[in-house]
């Protein structure tokens, strides 16, 4: 079956760590992206990647960083610069950034102890 | 400014019966895209419906519509015969041509579908 799985769904971590949040698809899309939710918010943009190799800062980037190696897997890194980073992630596709639709995976609880 | 605004935080709606979800949006762009995304309490954002800025008719999608009044700046969306499986957060969303594509999200109105 094709589309985005991103793991775990619940991670832990304690104050001071970097953590990776990994999402992966299968649809052979070439934007991926990364947003991020808090408890009675839309989402907001981390970043994005319209294409292999090539990333861009969305709207709240400070304390993440990513990686496009491949074009199924787009990893985000939050840092411990990210000051408040217990939230949930989201990982998204589109087949281009031009298209309509952005399909989601079934995202990451992220919890800082 | 908000450039996406939900003013209902929470709706509700008998089952079988339809509803109206506001969104007002802004911009200056004059090439832009609508969007309504659903997201259950597992947490995953299902598309439902696109409108473009230069379509001339409301968008439709099943049980979906689009109630989009361009002057107003509104992009409402009609669920018809509700269903209890609706019951969810709905977004509306927004991309800019000239924002590199990116989509904007409003908070969310929170649909309770009751029995």
């Known amino acids: 079956d094709g589309g985005i799985t991103q793991s775990p769904k619940y991670l832990f971590r304690k104050e001071g760590q970097n953590v990776t949040l990994s999402c992966e698809q299968n649809?052979?899309?070439?934007?991926m992206y990364w947003y991020r939710q808090d408890p009675g918010q839309g989402l907001r943009l981390i970043y994005y990647?319209?294409?292999?190799?090539?990333?861009q800062k969305g709207d709240i980037a400070e304390g993440y960083s990513v990686s496009r190696e491949k074009k199924e897997s787009f990893p985000l890194t939050v840092t411990s610069a990210q000051k408040n980073p217990t939230a949930f992630y989201l990982c998204?596709?589109?087949?281009?950034?031009?298209?309509?639709?952005?399909?989601f995976g079934p995202g990451t609880r992220l919890t800082v102890l | 400014a908000q450039k996406i605004t939900q003013t209902q935080p929470g709706m509700f709606v008998q089952e079988k019966e339809a509803v109206t979800l506001d969104c007002t949006y802004d911009?200056?762009?004059?090439?832009?895209?609508l969007f309504w995304y659903k997201q259950p309490s597992s947490g995953e954002m299902i598309f439902l419906i696109y409108q473009g800025s230069y379509d001339q008719q409301n968008a439709t999608e099943g049980r979906y519509s689009l109630n989009f009044q361009k002057a107003r700046k509104s992009a409402n969306l009609v669920i018809s015969a509700s269903q209890l499986g609706d019951s969810a957060m709905y977004f509306c969303?927004?991309?800019?041509?000239?924002?590199?594509?990116?989509?904007?999200f409003g908070k969310g109105t929170l649909l309770t579908v009751n029995p």
């Open positions: 998204a596709s589109s087949i281009s950034p031009l298209t309509r639709e952005q399909f």
């Open positions: 911009t200056s762009d004059p090439s832009y895209g």
């Open positions: 649809l052979n899309h070439d934007a």
């Open positions: 969303a927004m991309r800019e041509a000239g924002s590199n594509y990116k989509l904007t």
């Open positions: 990647s319209q294409i292999v190799n090539d990333f």
